[in-house]
């Protein structure tokens, strides 16, 4: 049996589920509990599309594949439609052209803290995933819907919604990962070389327009996480905010399957 996918496999559409090396990226899978720091989506079978400092790129396929030395894995997850058949030619292309939308767009370095708080607030305090579940679907009203910026896993998604094809985000299994070890004079040669490729500061995104959840918003809530839930387990979380899906949610969503990792060489 064959090791790795071969990259002949990947079509446009396809997400791309990567692990940087280096603190930061070490520390962008601890805050996401996930095993991925970065995403990105394929916008034919040669291409892809990502978010990076200082804008959104066009990066051919077989480049990152010589990158070994700054990536650990490559994995190819597939999206299906909501009845869980394949997407024909027709939504895998309208896929690629909302990715080609989003690129030059900005890379909110600055606001990578503030996304951390959310991830650890929502992700990695409760035990309980019906807790988790409910503080996701409160942490949403604290983020901005900025598409001026974007991170990554943002940037996969919203070429998905944009498309009509948004994958499912669900609550998923929290994984017991140890703060990693970092080496503190690596993370702040990483942080300043990205800071040197954004053009200067970029402002926190402002706060969203319906502040702090209504009444309204937190009886919802607890009468969804009181509601039978799914076999699979808890429901799916209604209208993510694209800026707040992170690598887990793609790697957990029901509608992405996964094919394969790639080779990488270097």
């Not at 994995?75 to 896929?95: C, H, K």
């Not at 009203?141 to 991170?151: G, N, Y």
Request: proline share 9%; glycine share 6%.
């Amino acid at each position: 049996m064959t090791p790795f996918l071969d990259p002949a496999a990947l079509r446009a559409g396809d997400i791309l589920l990567m692990r940087g090396i280096g603190p930061v990226s070490e520390l962008i899978a601890w805050f996401g509990d996930s095993t991925y720091s970065h995403a990105a989506v394929m916008i034919d079978d040669a291409h892809f599309v990502e978010a990076a400092a200082p804008v959104s790129r066009r990066v051919a396929l077989a480049d990152r594949l010589t990158q070994g030395a700054y990536y650990d894995f490559i994995d190819v997850l597939r999206p299906t439609g909501t009845d869980g058949e394949p997407l024909d030619d027709t939504q895998r292309s309208a896929i690629a052209s909302d990715a080609l939308g989003c690129l030059d767009v900005p890379y909110p370095l600055d606001a990578l803290l503030q996304m951390a708080v959310f991830a650890t607030l929502r992700n990695r305090i409760p035990a309980d995933a019906g807790v988790r579940w409910l503080l996701r679907m409160l942490v949403e009203h604290l983020i901005a819907d900025d598409p001026s910026h974007m991170v990554c896993s943002e940037l996969v998604y919203r070429a998905c919604l944009a498309a009509d094809l948004p994958p499912a985000v669900v609550v998923s299994a929290r994984l017991d990962l140890p703060f990693p070890a970092i080496d503190i004079a690596e993370l702040i040669r990483e942080w300043r070389e990205a800071q040197g490729k954004t053009h200067g500061a970029l402002a926190l995104p402002a706060p969203a327009a319906t502040g702090i959840a209504s009444e309204e918003d937190l009886t919802e809530a607890f009468a969804r996480l009181r509601a039978p839930m799914p076999a699979l387990g808890m429901p799916p979380v209604v209208r993510p905010v694209p800026r707040d899906v992170m690598p887990v949610d793609l790697e957990a969503s029901p509608q992405l399957r996964r094919l394969g990792r790639l080779p990488l060489q270097g």
